[in-house]
């Protein structure tokens, strides 16, 4: 890790959607792009640009779950862009028509032109609802020459999370809330994140995954928890006194490297 190198290219799209562009390979993670999702989730925040999910080398799938693995946003991007997904999501895949899959374990990885993508562990239930399959739930190092990624997908926190610190990362993708009032297992809320910041060091923190989703009818009259989670996110790493630079980005937008 360079203090001084310059960082990847990013744009946070929403939810744990984010473009990562680095050594000319542009790197998509649980693309959410369309206003629904899984029919009873709609998107609160602005439409995105089609040109912001154009012309995508990779994706990364966290785990299964609608809101991260979704068919109709896979299907606009085509069905025969590289899909970078858990071991034991797969099939599910290719059954749903899509052609280019990988799937991973924690450690195993796959190079994308200069690129590498790393699996690493995720603290989180991969089951897909209502019938299945089940799946592991991961992470991912998005690695070149320049640049050091990880992005966290859901999790809690593990134990792994003091190796990567150690790798020296440039950008932790940190998820901070959800899309709904309360958070269930398998999840970091903002103190929760900022702990995870402390065991992974990285130079900058972009929390993801808030502000973008909301179940239908409550989202006007419970709007905190859309913008709240990544300033107490801020303030809780403040408080633990890191030195990490907190990148609040809003959905949509490019990460600008302040």
């Known amino acids: 890790m360079n203090s001084d190198a310059p960082l990847p290219t990013m744009h946070f799209l929403g939810h744990s959607t984010v473009l990562v562009e680095t050594e000319g390979v542009r790197v998509l993670t649980d693309p959410v792009l369309l206003p629904r999702v899984a029919s009873v989730l709609r998107r609160v925040a602005a439409p995105l640009d089609p040109a912001l999910h154009a012309d995508v080398d990779a994706v990364c799938i966290s785990h299964l779950h609608a809101d991260h693995l979704d068919l109709a946003s896979l299907r606009r991007l085509g069905t025969d862009t590289l899909l970078v997904v858990p071991e034991g999501a797969g099939e599910l895949l290719y059954r749903k028509g899509f052609r280019e899959i990988v799937e991973l374990s924690p450690g195993k990885f796959h190079d994308v032109g200069r690129v590498r993508i790393t699996a690493t562990p995720a603290v989180h239930d991969g089951f897909r609802t209502p019938f299945g399959p089940r799946a592991l739930a991961l992470g991912y190092l998005i690695e070149s020459a320049s640049t050091r990624v990880y992005f966290a997908g859901d999790t809690d926190q593990f134990d792994e999370m003091d190796d990567l610190g150690a790798l020296g990362l440039d950008v932790a993708l940190i998820p901070v809330w959800g899309w709904g009032p309360n958070l269930g297992p398998g999840h970091l809320d903002p103190r929760g994140a900022a702990e995870a ?62």
């Open 197 to 258: 910041t402390r065991r992974l060091r990285p130079r900058v923190a972009v929390p993801i995954h808030w502000g973008t989703l909301h179940p239908f009818g409550i989202g006007r009259w419970m709007r905190a928890h859309l913008i709240d989670p990544p300033r107490r996110y801020a303030q809780a790493v403040a408080e633990l006194g890191l030195p990490t630079r907190i990148l609040h980005t809003e959905p949509g937008c490019r990460v600008e490297p302040r």
